[in-house]
């Protein structure tokens, strides 16, 4: 069965799901969830567990797309009294390659598998990070070629992790914006399928993470979820799963979605600040939050729909709130994740202190992807010799 679009806010069908509905806003996949209920989960590994809510099944054989989703929830006292509320870490960086894109990638691949993209063979993206990793990783399990567009200053390590899977990678000079759209017009002219950050597809896959969330606490919701956001595209998977799994009559309420951005480049809260609308581009500085930093968000308005639909909000925080968040994972919880998976944490603390949750609350906290794969810390680790050894470890016992 072919699949179909149609898009969330005039509701008009389209036929292409790579491409954006006539008024300008995105498609996503038009499904009919009315008859799920967690009885209709089935015996499979991962997201796959709600191929009842997937346009695609797990492919057979099933290749790296079995080992995507399936991420546990953390509770640890130290993140709770951090936070100030009862946090449930979602940890997306136990995905095959570390990141919640694999949510995305696995179900791309499984859809060509499965003939539902036409004639299409090749696959590709548009990003400088996990995305490009993820589509290259699932791209080779799958033996597609794949083709991977960066910006033309891209670090020469983050090359590097790309590259180990062995996609075709072009550094692209130009506006990075347009690079999006160009990417989509070029790939329906030369047969290649790129799954952007808010594709349609993506975002199927994505809206498992708030499946996963809503099984866990089942029969109840989280009071909250907080992930950070960048396109849009995984802010909007999770709105899907959570309006679908309303329709159905799973839940009742939809928990509140909290988006979060760094405050450097914040187009989406401050178009929610300002009680706009639409969300328009910005003029983005540096942040440590690299990956998350999208001055133009594509999905933006639809990640702003998304927060009011639910109650939610969209706030911005420093690089001083993202680095102690970092730092109290990893030395509180145990737990590595990159710059833009902190941002989360260090928003649920932004909103306990604006009065938003309480001590009382259950919030589910996205982290986003793994810190293994970033630059590490800055850490000081002197040279010595080994005759002194004794005397450094008494001194570090008796600490």
């Known amino acids: 069965m072919?699949?179909?679009?149609?898009?969330?806010?005039?509701?008009?069908?389209?036929?292409?799901?790579?491409?954006?509905?006539?008024?300008?806003?995105?498609?996503?996949?038009?499904?009919?969830?009315?008859?799920?209920?967690?009885?209709?989960?089935?015996?499979?590994?991962?997201?796959?567990r709600y191929e009842p809510l997937l346009p695609a099944s797990?492919?057979?054989?099933?290749?790296?797309?079995?080992?995507?989703?399936?991420?546990?929830?953390?509770?640890?006292?130290?993140?709770?009294?951090?936070?100030?509320?009862?946090?449930?870490?979602?940890?997306?960086?136990?995905?095959?390659?570390?990141?919640?894109?694999?949510?995305?990638?696995?179900?791309?691949?499984?859809?060509?598998?499965?003939?539902?993209?036409?004639?299409?063979?090749?696959?590709?993206?548009?990003?400088?990070?996990?995305?490009?990793?993820?589509?290259?990783a699932f791209a080779a399990a799958f033996d597609r070629p794949c083709v991977v567009l960066v910006p033309d200053d891209i670090p020469p390590e983050r090359l590097g992790v790309i590259g180990q899977f062995d996609p075709t990678i072009l550094r692209v000079r130009g506006d990075y914006g347009r690079l999006y759209e160009r990417s989509l017009e070029l790939g329906s002219e030369y047969g290649i399928r790129f799954v952007n950050s808010d594709s349609p597809l993506r975002v199927e896959g994505q809206k498992t993470t708030a499946l996963e969330l809503c099984e866990a606490f089942a029969p109840s919701t989280p009071d909250g979820i907080v992930l950070p956001v960048s396109s849009g595209g995984h802010a909007s998977g999770v709105w899907k799963a959570l309006g679908e799994l309303r329709a159905a009559g799973v839940i009742d309420d939809l928990p509140a979605l909290h988006l979060v951005q760094a405050a450097a480049c914040a187009p989406i809260a401050e178009a929610f600040a300002a009680d706009e609308e639409t969300v328009s581009a910005v003029e983005g500085g540096e942040t440590i939050a690299y990956s998350i930093a999208?001055?133009?968000?594509?999905?933006?308005?639809?990640?702003?729909?998304?927060?009011?639909?639910?109650?939610?909000?969209?706030?911005?925080?420093?690089?001083?709130?993202?680095?102690?968040?970092?730092?109290?994972?990893?030395?509180?919880?145990?737990?590595?994740?990159?710059?833009?998976?902190?941002?989360?944490?260090?928003?649920?603390?932004?909103?306990?202190?604006?009065?938003?949750?309480?001590?009382?609350?259950?919030?589910?906290?996205?982290?986003?992807?793994?810190?293994?794969?970033?630059a590490s810390a800055d850490v000081s680790a002197p040279a010595v010799d080994l005759a002194a050894l004794d005397g450094l470890l008494a001194e570090f016992a008796g600490r």
């Not at 008859?35 to 991962?46: K, L, R, S, T």
């Not at 057979?60 to 009862?86: I, M």
């Open 58 to 136: 797990l492919p057979s054989p099933p290749s790296l797309a079995a080992a995507a989703g399936g991420t546990p929830l953390l509770r640890d006292d130290a993140l709770d009294s951090f936070v100030g509320a009862s946090v449930h870490l979602k940890l997306e960086g136990q995905q095959p390659t570390g990141s919640f894109k694999d949510r995305g990638s696995a179900l791309a691949l499984a859809a060509m598998e499965a003939g539902l993209l036409g004639e299409s063979e090749a696959i590709g993206t548009v990003s400088h990070g996990n995305m490009a990793m993820s589509t290259a």
């Open 294 to 374: 999208n001055a133009d968000p594509p999905s933006g308005t639809r990640a702003l729909r998304a927060v009011r639909d639910t109650g939610g909000a969209a706030l911005s925080v420093d690089d001083d709130a993202i680095r102690s968040a970092q730092r109290q994972l990893a030395t509180g919880a145990g737990v590595s994740v990159e710059t833009s998976g902190a941002v989360a944490l260090a928003g649920a603390k932004q909103l306990v202190a604006d009065g938003v949750f309480t001590e009382d609350d259950d919030v589910a906290v996205v982290a986003t992807g793994t810190g293994l794969t970033e």
């Open 2 to 48: 072919p699949l179909r679009y149609i898009c969330y806010d005039c509701g008009s069908r389209g036929s292409d799901g790579s491409g954006r509905c006539g008024c300008g806003e995105p498609l996503w996949l038009d499904t009919s969830p009315d008859a799920f209920d967690w009885d209709d989960i089935v015996d499979a590994p991962g997201l796959w």
